[in-house]
């Protein structure tokens, strides 16, 4: 059951209770009480909104792989210097060549390779940079490919901030963070996603949590004698513990990120992906995740990840 409401959860973070319910066969008491123990347990992490990162004025996604030189900082150093910057989203500390993988979102290009001659001043450090150029799949793992920004209103603006945080938040609640009726913020809702803007929900789930604590990164490379067609990587979805896939600028034609219940397991699924692809696949592993801001509002000037950060309580249906 358990199994079943957090892959329900994951395809859609805001799905109703009752449904749930009819779908497994119990109470919505029951739902909610199951959901409230994987909660607390720290399987189900938070459900949130998956919004364009245009929209939100960063369409550019980099990935920068970071590789101290000689009497550089110590991983932990690096780590924490990249925490301090609001456009560095996430920090991976990673098996291999690439000591650190971080993620960050951006005005644009020239922005994040300007961010790049900053983390290698700053860090003294080897940074490579590539851009994500395309999602062929998976939202809830770092940063989807943007469109161009529509205008957002204010009150937009409130809304996906508060579903950064919980994107199972009521109407009610909605309604009185951006001091609207609760029929105009239904409608916003529908505006933002016929617009794009607004992507979808889901739940972040911890994959230790459901046995499979070992996370890869797959760089899949590109050269002259094996190019990987675009359509290929559609065939990635026969791998079921692959989330992600980005294809990237730079040197690897793509990145992608898979949860397993073992090393053995992940570096068996490398070498099914480079036959599958016909190319080269390198597998790094991530040893620990220093920061993960993924999909929280980024406010100016720093301090709290979120001016709507308030104790989550109890579950409620979404009506």
């Given at each position: 059951m358990?199994?079943f409401?957090?892959?329900a959860?994951?395809?859609?973070?805001r799905?109703?209770?009752t449904?749930?319910?009819?779908?497994?066969?119990?109470?919505?008491?029951?739902?909610?009480?199951?959901?409230?123990?994987?909660e607390q347990?720290?399987?189900?992490?938070?459900?949130t909104?998956?919004?364009?990162?245009g929209?939100?004025?960063?369409?550019?996604t980099?990935?920068?792989s970071?590789k101290?030189?000689?009497?550089?900082?110590?991983?932990r150093?690096i780590?924490?210097?990249l925490?301090?910057?609001?456009?560095i989203?996430a920090?991976?500390?990673?098996s291999?060549?690439?000591?650190?993988?971080?993620?960050g979102?951006?005005?644009?290009?020239d922005?994040?390779?300007?961010?790049?001659?900053?983390?290698?001043?700053?860090?003294?450090?080897?940074?490579n940079?590539?851009?994500?150029?395309k999602?062929?799949?998976?939202?809830?793992?770092?940063?989807?490919?943007?469109?161009?920004?529509?205008?957002?209103?204010?009150?937009?603006?409130?809304?996906?901030?508060?579903?950064?945080?919980?994107?199972?938040?009521?109407?009610?609640?909605?309604?009185?963070?951006t001091?609207?009726?609760?029929s105009?913020v239904?409608?916003?809702?529908?505006?933002?996603?016929?617009?794009?803007?607004?992507?979808g929900y889901?739940?972040?789930?911890?994959?230790?949590?459901?046995?499979?604590?070992?996370?890869?990164?797959?760089?899949i490379?590109?050269?002259?004698?094996?190019?990987?067609?675009?359509?290929?990587?559609?065939q990635?979805?026969?791998?079921?513990?692959?989330?992600?896939?980005?294809?990237l600028?730079?040197?690897?034609?793509a990145?992608?990120?898979?949860a397993?219940?073992?090393?053995?397991?992940?570096?068996?699924a490398a070498?099914?992906?480079?036959?599958q692809?016909?190319?080269?696949?390198?597998?790094?592993?991530?040893l620990?995740t220093?920061?993960?801001?993924?999909q929280?509002?980024?406010?100016?000037?720093?301090?709290q990840?979120?001016p709507?950060?308030e104790?989550?309580?109890?579950?409620?249906?979404?009506?």
């Open positions: 358990d199994r409401l957090i892959d959860l994951v395809q859609n973070g799905v109703p209770f449904t749930l319910a009819a779908q497994v066969g119990v109470s919505g008491t029951t739902v909610c009480r199951r959901l409230a123990a994987l347990r720290g399987v189900i992490r938070r459900y909104v998956v919004v364009d990162p929209a939100l004025g960063h369409p550019t980099a990935l920068f970071i101290p030189r000689v009497q550089a900082p110590a991983r150093s780590a924490d210097r925490r301090r910057l609001p456009e989203t920090s991976f500390t990673m291999g060549d690439r000591p650190n993988i971080a993620v979102r951006f005005t644009s290009p922005a994040a390779e300007s961010m790049a001659i900053r983390l290698r001043e700053d860090l003294g450090a080897r940074v940079i590539d851009f994500v150029l999602t062929r799949f998976g939202d809830a793992v770092w940063s989807p490919d943007s469109s161009a920004a529509p205008a957002l209103r204010d009150t937009d603006r409130v809304m996906i901030d508060v579903l950064m945080m919980d994107g199972r938040a009521s109407l009610d609640s909605l309604a009185k963070k001091h609207l009726s609760k105009t239904h409608k916003r809702l529908q505006v933002l996603q016929e617009r794009g803007v607004i992507r889901t739940t972040l789930v911890d994959s230790g949590a459901l046995g499979l604590p070992v996370t890869a990164i797959f760089g490379k590109s050269g002259a004698a094996a190019a990987v067609e675009p359509s290929k990587f559609g990635l979805h026969g791998f079921p513990e692959i989330g992600t896939c980005y294809t600028s730079g040197r690897r034609a990145v992608a990120v898979g397993y219940r073992d090393i053995a397991a992940a570096r068996t070498d099914r992906l480079g036959e692809l016909n190319t080269i696949v390198n597998v790094d592993f991530v620990a220093d920061f993960d801001r993924h929280w509002p980024q406010p100016s000037g720093g301090g990840q979120c709507y950060d104790a989550s309580g109890h579950l409620q249906p979404v009506r």
